[in-house]
């Protein structure tokens, strides 16, 4: 599948980032468009494009269902069996759950763990009825009376792009990734430009992409990086 490019930007791995998760946030409704972020994202920042290999198959998807009790969203099945199988892009800090990984916790269908179980992200199990629901972020609390499901994204679609996107950028892939602490001064953004924001206002992040950079700000705290090419990384930082 393949989405146009909607203006006459060069065609560069910047600009069909850019152009694809600005075309996959303006038009939520068009999963199509968000799975095309995941193709330009394999395709351009990791070692390889997608193939029908990635993903799992009805037949896994559905033993998944069954063991759930659940139905699962139509987005949640067309994204792992687009790239469900892509440790690389889905796995390497804050895991996206495989089938047989999926659970109910506090009313909600986890698709997504934070590596230190920090918090967990989710689909309230009273709209597994939809195509691309709504979801969920639930922080580990000490106080547990304390925890609830927070508003996170407005269609499952863009939480699972976003979860793609930051699991691109924190592989450890050698010589092309690095992070840094920014010592609480704000990034220096002269050569790069920000990314439509999928997350929430008050989840204080921003994604932003420069000649073969794509960059990932923790408010004013980290930064991570994933290059295209040695040089590029090189050129960047300095």
Same mark, same amino acid.
């Given at each position: 599948? /393949?989405?146009?490019?909607? @203006? $006459?930007? #060069?065609?560069?791995?910047?600009?069909?980032?850019?152009? !694809? *998760? &600005?075309? =996959?946030?303006?038009?939520?409704?068009?999963?199509?468009?968000?799975?095309?972020?995941?193709?330009?994202?394999?395709?351009?920042?990791?070692?390889?494009?997608?193939?029908?290999?990635?993903?799992? /198959?009805?037949?896994?998807? @559905? $033993?998944? #269902?069954?063991?759930?009790?659940?139905?699962?969203?139509? !987005? *949640? &099945?067309? =994204?792992?069996?687009?790239?469900?199988?892509?440790?690389?892009?889905?796995?390497?800090?804050?895991?996206?759950?495989?089938?047989?990984?999926?659970?109910?916790?506090?009313?909600?269908?986890?698709?997504?763990?934070?590596?230190?179980?920090?918090? #967990?992200?989710?689909?309230?199990?009273?709209?597994?009825?939809?195509?691309?629901?709504?979801?969920?972020?639930?922080?580990?609390?000490?106080?547990?009376?304390?925890?609830?499901?927070?508003?996170?994204?407005?269609?499952?679609?863009?939480?699972?792009?976003?979860?793609?996107?930051?699991?691109?950028?924190?592989?450890?892939?050698?010589?092309?990734?690095?992070?840094?602490?920014?010592?609480?001064?704000?990034?220096?953004?002269?050569?790069?430009?920000?990314?439509?924001?999928?997350?929430?206002?008050?989840?204080?992040?921003?994604?932003?992409?420069?000649?073969?950079?794509?960059?990932?700000?923790?408010?004013?705290?980290?930064?991570?990086?994933?290059?295209?090419?040695?040089?590029?990384?090189?050129?960047?930082?300095?």
């Amino acid at each position: 599948m /393949t989405a146009p490019a909607t @203006d $006459a930007e #060069a065609d560069t791995a910047a600009s069909r980032i850019s152009t !694809a *998760l &600005r075309n =996959a946030v303006a038009a939520p409704g068009d999963r199509a468009a968000a799975w095309h972020v995941a193709e330009v994202l394999a395709a351009d920042w990791s070692e390889r494009p997608l193939t029908p290999a990635d993903g799992y /198959t009805d037949a896994d998807l @559905d $033993a998944a #269902a069954a063991e759930l009790g659940h139905p699962l969203p139509a !987005a *949640l &099945r067309e =994204a792992l069996k687009l790239f469900g199988r892509r440790d690389d892009l889905t796995r390497n800090q804050d895991p996206l759950s495989t089938p047989e990984d999926l659970e109910v916790h506090e009313g909600a269908l986890v698709f997504r763990d934070e590596n230190q179980s920090v918090c #967990a992200w989710g689909i309230l199990l009273a709209d597994l009825d939809q195509e691309d629901p709504p979801t969920y972020l639930r922080p580990d609390l000490a106080d547990k009376s304390q925890e609830e499901w927070l508003p996170w994204t407005d269609k499952l679609s863009l939480a699972l792009v976003e979860a793609l996107m930051a699991e691109t950028v924190l592989a450890e892939a050698e010589d092309l990734s690095d992070a840094w602490g920014l010592g609480g001064d704000p990034v220096d953004d002269s050569t790069l430009t920000e990314l439509p924001r999928i997350q929430p206002e008050w989840y204080k992040t921003t994604w932003y992409v420069g000649d073969d950079i794509l960059a990932h700000v923790s408010g004013d705290a980290w930064i991570s990086v994933r290059a295209r090419s040695q040089e590029a990384l090189a050129a960047y930082t300095g």
